[in-house]
């Protein structure tokens, strides 16, 4: 894969457990490049990798559109978790901690919701679904390396 320049709006594919990681890592090393704390990181990527996880599972698959925040905002990052699955039927459902639609624990998207600063979700049964995070920087800067 090529290398990732965390100042350019970028589409990563999600169509396998392998693109999970790939996003994962490019996340980071985003989130990292735009000054983003170790713990600012940790919290984005952990909502990345979980909204990752959904596009693939129960969206089919499909992509996530990386881009920074616009000059004039505050440092940050937008991530758009694309699919064209089944959509989700009961937002407010679906939004409540316990609640799975498979096996897991059920903090998925509110989990993923409650670790960013900004979180959308555009769907509509048949059509899919997109989740829109923001995440920006607190103005602590990253740690330097050797430091």
């Known amino acids: 894969m090529p290398a990732f ?5 970028t589409s990563l594919p999600i169509r396998s457990d392998a693109d999970l990681a790939w996003v994962r890592q490019q ?9 983003f704390g170790l713990v600012q990181q940790t919290k984005l990527v952990t909502a990345a ?7 693939l599972v129960h969206g089919g698959g499909g992509h996530v559109d990386v881009m920074p925040l616009p000059p004039g905002m505050a440092r940050g990052l937008r991530l758009s ?11 407010e459902l679906a939004m409540t901690d316990g609640y799975t639609s498979g096996g ?3 903090l998925g998207l509110s989990g993923a919701k409650r670790l960013v600063d900004e979180f959308e979700i555009d769907t509509e049964p048949g059509r899919g679904t997109t989740v829109t995070v923001i995440a920006g920087t607190t103005g602590v800067p990253a740690a330097r390396p050797g430091a």
């Open 104 to 106: 897991g624990l059920g």
């Open 5 to 9: 320049d965390p100042t350019v709006e």
């Open 27 to 35: 996340v980071r090393q985003s989130a990292a490049g735009l000054g």
């Open 49 to 55: 990798s979980e909204l990752a996880r959904n596009t």
């Open 81 to 91: 978790f694309v699919d064209r699955g089944p959509g989700i039927r009961d937002v």
